[in-house]
């Protein structure tokens, strides 16, 4: 039986290609069998890793808690340079320059991710806006939360800061960002589970010489990373105890 692996579903598409490549490289590199399992929502992945099927996991920060404290979860890496900063954007010619003029009621937009929702909704306490306030419209794709944005369906978006600015500059021209994050310590984490125990320091190695490989870099590029950060345990349970603050504020 292979190993599964998954990858939290607010992944790039356009970095797709890169991740089959660097679970082909892995498997190489262990001389294991490893599946790419893919998840099209947070819900079903985290059914998945309730009921023990996920081994390996490039993981949501807002999943931490459940993986390292419920799960046995153990840290490896998070991509060099790359935090999980937000944005909450609007139409450009809306007339909002900041959170305080959206509506009493304002419509937003925005996906199923949960560190992007914790994080604008944080974002929009200085209007006085929580979610009893708020008419959410639910989205499968940040294109479609551009799209309604564009079309005048919500007054605001939510978005992770690095899709927004990928977003191509016919769409960005008719956005404007109204608030971003600057926390700098929430970023997703590379893990292995207790199924993968005994292979654990073997998959660090791994991670920790992959950019002195040609080959290795270049898969680092391809899935739009700088480098990996070899991260110890305690690493993890402090933006695990910063994102349980966050939660509870």
């Known amino acids: 039986m292979p190993f599964n692996f998954t990858i939290s579903p607010d992944f790039n598409p356009r970095n797709l290609p890169a991740w089959y490549i660097f679970n082909t490289w892995l498997q190489k590199c262990l001389g294991e069998a490893i599946h790419l399992e893919w998840y099209n929502d947070f819900d079903s992945q985290r059914q998945a890793i309730r009921e023990d099927q996920i081994d390996l996991i490039y993981a949501n920060p807002f999943d931490a ?9 153990r840290t490896i890496a998070s991509p060099t340079g790359v935090s999980d900063e937000t944005v909450i954007a609007v139409n450009r010619d809306s007339g909002f ?28 306490e200085p209007a006085d806006l929580d979610a009893s306030r708020l008419q959410t419209r639910l989205r499968d794709t940040y294109v479609l939360v551009s799209k309604d944005l564009i079309q005048g369906d919500a007054d605001a978006g939510f978005f992770p800061e ?56 270049s898969i680092i590029e391809g899935l739009g990373f700088g480098g990996w950060d070899m991260l110890d345990q305690e690493s993890t349970e402090f933006m695990i105890d910063l994102m349980d603050t966050l939660s509870s504020e």
């Not at 808690?65 to 979860?73: C, I, Q, Y």
């Not at 500059?169 to 005994?198: C, D, T, W, Y």
């Open 162 to 217: 690095a899709t927004f600015d990928d977003l191509s500059g016919v769409v960005r021209e008719k956005l404007q960002p109204v608030a971003r994050s600057e926390i700098q310590l929430i970023r997703h984490v590379l893990m292995s589970g207790p199924g993968l125990a005994q292979k654990h320091d073997a998959i660090c190695d791994c991670i920790a010489g992959m950019a002195a490989q040609a080959k290795g870099q």
């Open 65 to 73: 808690t459940m993986l390292v404290r419920e799960k046995g979860f």
């Open 97 to 124: 320059q900041s959170v305080g003029d959206l509506p009493a009621e304002p419509r937003i937009a925005c996906t199923d991710d949960p560190h992007v929702r914790l994080m604008c909704m944080m974002m929009l």
